[in-house]
């Protein structure tokens, strides 16, 4: 079965970086573009950007362009979502989720919280 | 970006009751999905390009709309549906998401 376990929680202060991970399993990993979704407390979802495990190919909305970064490792079926110059409001859960047959996303991770505070 | 705008942000309902959930895109669309989500999981994932129901997704639920207008309805609302539903348009990037709309017991 398709899963996607994502790595344990984060502390940073500000001005730091963090790189989450989530490990692909259970289908054929170059095959699904991978997503990352975040919410921040009690707020709604944000799509943070994605990208294609086969090439590397990545897409990111305007506003995480310059912070955010992801890459993949095809040998250990992971990818990574670096963020960096951490802000309070970066505060949140970050999830990362797989990319079905069509535009949706069929399967999530349990999500990472990520807490930035001094 | 395409804004995508969910009515009502929350509603109280009893168990039996039909239900139904608005989300209006700010431009014509041709993909929009919608999700549940309940209080410490992640979203799942219910139906996709507006009225297709994902496999093993009761059928209580369904989707319509096109262009702008898209409804997610449940026919007759189960104790497990209170949660927190979102739309979301894949038409074109970014992937932008409803506020949600949260589904409480009455």
């Known amino acids: 079965q398709v899963q996607l376990v994502q790595s344990g929680a984060e502390v940073k202060e500000p001005g730091a970086s963090v790189k989450l991970s989530c490990k692909a399993s259970g289908y054929t990993f170059t095959t699904y573009y991978i997503h990352w979704v975040r919410q921040a407390p009690g707020q709604g979802l944000e799509w943070m950007g994605r990208?294609?495990?086969?090439?590397?190919?990545?897409n990111y909305p305007q506003k995480f362009q310059g912070r955010l970064t992801m890459t993949r490792d095809t040998s250990t079926t992971t990818v990574y979502m670096e963020l960096s110059n951490l802000r309070s409001e970066d505060t949140a859960v970050y999830f990362c989720a797989k990319r079905g047959s069509g535009s949706y996303l069929d399967h999530w991770g349990q999500g990472t919280l990520l807490t930035v505070s001094s | 970006d395409i804004q995508m705008t969910q009515s009502p942000s929350s509603l109280s309902a009893s168990v039996g009751d039909r239900v139904t959930i608005t989300c209006r895109a700010g431009q014509s669309i041709s993909y929009l999905n919608w999700y549940q989500q309940k209080p410490g999981q992640a979203p799942k994932l219910l139906i996709y390009?507006?009225?297709n129901l994902l496999s093993g997704v009761p059928s209580r639920f369904s989707g319509s709309g096109s262009g702008t207008d898209f409804t997610l309805t449940i026919s007759s609302l189960q104790p497990e549906d209170f949660a927190t539903y979102y739309c979301?348009?894949?038409?074109?990037?970014?992937?932008?998401f409803g506020q949600g709309t949260k589904v409480e017991i009455k």
């Open positions: 990208i294609n495990p086969s090439g590397g190919y990545t």
């Open positions: 979301q348009q894949s038409y074109s990037t970014p992937w932008t």
């Open positions: 390009a507006a009225s």
